[in-house]
């Protein structure tokens, strides 16, 4: 009797722990659903068209010609599937805020190519007359008027730009924010997407976290809620003293000594060797062991963000200058290409034509192939 009631038991313990099985599966099943379910932009890999309607005073045929359909031709061919378009204030609006014709013109010249290639296209509004990443001054966060002007910008776009596919374009609200606090920011996010929202409730918005889309503010992101259409955004070009080697706009430009990647980027002798004491101080305070699991670490906080919000995360900024050793240089690309396909983030990165380019602006626009063949090999 005592064999049978345990013979018994052990059947019993048997099948509920297939029942339970089952129910966690089904659990599992259904969370799959929700995450397949959830509203998608799907981007894999794509280039920042700088320099162009951003960061450049060149007006006219020059400006007409810096990029045209042949370019996007040559994008699609080498395997990219969406572009990033930074555009600034000042180039898309006059001073008393009217819209400037001939730069929307080819704005909406470069969607339409885009389009017929089957390029996704991603509108970036780069820089204010009110907020510059790299300057002081940010009248953005403090002046009303600034904020408003910040506002009608995207009721422009949205105007212009809403009658292309909500599948093929999407919104970046404004790139590398950097308010004091990030509440600050926090609020403009929540009244621009509103903005938005008046008359596009699917369109993607792509939003970036305080202090230049920095992985390590993401915590501090406040998303606006129950709103599935939205892409979640960081920038990447750590580590600094590789990334920017030599960069003329930074603290560390002036440093032209030996750097690499991976393991220890410069060795203490060649620091003691740097006579400007700031100098070696920063280079000092930059310098570290990095290895594609020390990236990986750092991107940390959007990855967990993203999955914890169920929305789709992109890598809307990454590269690296030249002047680096060769070797270095396409590991570092290599090792950020496999972290962010590994963890399912698109990516754009910076940029087609310019100092970090896939094309060498110095010699034709002739292709970068060693670079091309490591972002974009199948």
């Known amino acids: 009797m005592k064999n049978s009631t345990l013979f018994l038991s052990f059947i019993l313990s048997i099948l509920m722990g297939f029942q339970i099985g089952c129910q966690q599966k089904k659990k599992q099943v259904a969370a799959t659903e929700i995450i397949e379910s959830a509203p998608r932009f799907p981007l894999k890999r794509g280039v920042n068209i700088s320099h162009w309607l951003s960061q450049s005073k060149v007006r006219g045929t020059d400006r007409s010609n810096f990029f045209q359909k042949k370019d996007v031709d040559f994008i699609k061919e080498i395997g990219y599937d969406h572009i990033r378009i930074p555009i600034d204030e000042e180039q898309m609006w006059d001073t008393e805020g009217n819209k400037e014709a001939e730069a929307f013109d080819l704005l909406q010249n470069a969607i339409g190519w885009a389009l017929e290639q089957n390029l996704k296209v991603i509108i970036d509004l780069h820089i204010l007359r009110s907020h510059h990443f790299n300057v002081a001054e940010k009248p953005l966060w403090t002046d009303p008027s600034a904020q408003e002007q910040f506002f009608q910008c995207w009721r422009d776009l949205s105007t212009e730009l809403q009658k292309y596919p909500t599948d093929m374009l999407a919104y970046e609200l404004m790139n590398e924010p950097v308010a004091d606090t990030p509440e600050e920011w926090n609020i403009l996010v929540a009244k621009a997407s509103e903005v938005i929202r008046i008359n ?56 032209n000594g030996p750097v690499k990647y991976p393991g220890l980027l410069v060795d203490d002798a060649d620091i003691r060797k740097i006579k400007d004491e700031n100098l070696r101080e920063r280079i000092a305070d930059g310098n570290g062991i990095f290895t594609i699991d020390s990236l990986e670490l750092m991107m940390e906080q959007p990855i967990r963000k993203s999955t914890e919000l169920n929305l789709q995360l992109y890598c809307g900024e ?61």
């Not at 955004?233 to 003329?248: C, D, G, M, R």
């Not at 050793?325 to 690309?333: A, C, G, I, K, N």
């Not at 754009?348 to 970068?368: A, M």
């Open 200 to 255: 596009e409730p699917k369109r993607f918005i792509v939003i970036g976290s305080n202090k230049w889309q920095s992985v390590h503010t993401f915590n501090d992101l406040r998303v606006p809620e129950n709103d599935p259409y939205i892409i979640l955004s960081f920038h990447f070009y750590h580590p600094f003293l590789l990334t920017h080697h030599e960069a003329s706009w930074t603290g560390i430009g002036p440093y």
């Open 318 to 378: 990454w590269g690296c200058l030249p002047t680096v050793p060769r070797e270095s240089f396409l590991q570092w690309y290599a090792d950020v290409r496999s972290i962010l396909e590994k963890n399912r983030i698109g990516w754009t990165n910076w940029d087609y034509k310019g100092g970090f380019g896939v094309v060498d602006r110095k010699n034709e626009y002739k292709p970068i192939d060693d670079l091309i063949e490591v972002l974009l090999e199948k």
